[in-house]
């Protein structure tokens, strides 16, 4: 059975491009066996509601195609185009998603369009073109990957082919025996630790022949930047909430992925701030970090296991004085979208063989869990949820710091009513004007002054529609909130200062030390796409 296409489009502005699409896949030797092409416009007349029809042609397709132009269309009751409503009924069906943008980002745009282009890039790796020949050429590439993730097309993964002019004596034997140790403490594996490198690799499926995979060097490698050089970690700390120079730390970090993640992990980690404990429970004082230590730990590896290995782009860690972001080179597997992270989804890891080699360490569980386990552990701490984006070529994980401590709430000159407000959104994530009320027992007048103050200080952000639909959320990030302090600090326990480093392992080492250490009106079927 044929995979449909659904063109998306303001139907009138694109009519040539959409022709072009239809044309081209369907007189190609390859994809005509392999896809077909709704057009809206092909349709005959029919005395259904266009709006019920092109909503379950969304639904029957495997793929949205959204051809993006100058123009937003006609609007429904609610403001929202045909186009916005299929890109978000193909979202939430978990359909493979592609995005094409006419123009140049200088291109003159109605302002929902524009908006729309936007959201698509949160969620999706978005592409440019000029003239048709560029569309098709675009469209090409990425109906070829979507067929190869799917194993329509056959050939052999990147990693799992054999790594150029290395050899067994390439793979440490120290890193191997780590790795035994390792997975039979938590994973009882099989092979005894006296197993040899070789073994090891043929268990694990990380032998291409005699010679060792991408993924073998990349895992046990003495040297694997020798042979991957884009495999490698770059952390960066920024004072402020914006990147800029000069920047006061600055760690590349190589080895193996292992390695990576736990230097990685400590980097961050030495950069927050720590609240230490009493000993009444043990000999040690517990610590704890205004980030939690698991959620630094789950984007790292996460970035690590689920990255583009073929792309030049490494994994970057940028440490904001609000948040903490992990770049990701890739786009998210076929059928997996940022809000569907946020719900439980299948385990679908883009490197396989680095994933299976990562669980049998308890790096990670290989069971869909990671994302809704660092939103669960930042909730408990008092935090906004983690942020999901696809931002272009990068998948990007914001960890958010609670910026809104003892110390900025008595800069800013909250009221005791202000700072009830506050530690209400840290755990619930809002608050409305009504819940405000019957939290403070004041008028709605006085609600308002209040809340306007805090939007006016920074503190809070207004979402939602006017009215009941309103509601306030803590403001986050330099897209937002331009006047965070850049010293969060402070705790009813003892604080103390980032920037020293943290001698306790990693959360991801566990139990052992790494090798190294460490009802609205409806259009006709005629007018559906509108102007």
Known sequence: MKALIFVSSVQKELTAERRAVADFVRGHVLLRRLFDVFLFEELPATDRRADDLYLEKVD????????????????????????????????RKGKHRLVFVKGSTGETRHPKMQALIRKAERQLVRRRFGAIPDLTAELFASL?????????????????????DASIRDVSTERVGWFLRRARAERQFPLKTTASSREVLTHLNLLAGARPSCAAVLLFGANPQRFVPVAELKCLHFHGT???????????????????????????????ARAVGTRDRGPAAPVSYEIPK??????IVNATAHRDYASNAGI??????????????????????????????????????????????????????????????????????????????????????????????????LSDRQRQAVALVK??????????QELTEVTDRTALRDLSDLLAKGVFQKLGTTGRATYY?????????????????????????????????????????????????????GDKKGT
């Open 294 to 299: 698991e959620a630094v730990a789950e984007a």
């Open 316 to 413: 970057q860690v940028h440490v904001f004085s609000d948040r903490v972001e992990v770049w990701n080179p890739g786009e998210l597997p076929p059928g997996l979208t940022p809000e569907r992270l946020r719900e439980e989804h299948p385990s679908i890891p883009r490197n396989p063989l680095l994933a299976d080699a990562l669980y049998l360490a308890r790096y990670i569980e290989k069971a869909g869990t990671g994302t809704l386990d660092m939103i669960a552990r930042c909730r408990a701490a008092g935090l906004p949820e983690p942020d999901f984006e696809q931002r272009g070529g990068q998948f990007v994980v914001t960890l958010w710091r609670d910026w809104l401590t003892d110390a900025t709430l008595d800069r800013l000159g």
């Open 60 to 91: 029957e397709a495997a793929i949205y195609l959204g051809l993006f132009g100058r123009e937003y269309g006609w609007k429904d009751a609610e403001g929202i185009s045909p186009t916005e409503r299929e890109l978000d009924r193909a979202t």
């Open 427 to 436: 755990r619930n994530g809002r608050v409305t004007n009504k819940e405000y």
């Open 473 to 525: 959320v803590i403001k986050r990030g330099t897209r937002h909130q331009p006047d965070k302090p850049d010293n969060p600090g402070g705790s009813r326990e003892t604080r103390q200062k980032p920037d020293k480093p943290d001698t306790t392992i990693s959360t991801v080492q566990a139990a052992a030390k790494g090798p190294r250490g460490s009802a609205p009106s409806r259009p006709s079927q």
């Open 242 to 272: 914006e990147v800029r120079k000069p920047i006061p730390s600055y760690q590349l970090f190589k080895g193996t992925l292992f390695e990576q993640v736990d230097q990685g992990v400590d980097f961050v980690l030495a950069k927050l």
């Open 144 to 164: 070829v990957q979507y067929l190869a993730d799917r194993g329509i097309l056959h050939e052999r993964p990147f990693l799992a082919a054999a790594c150029p």
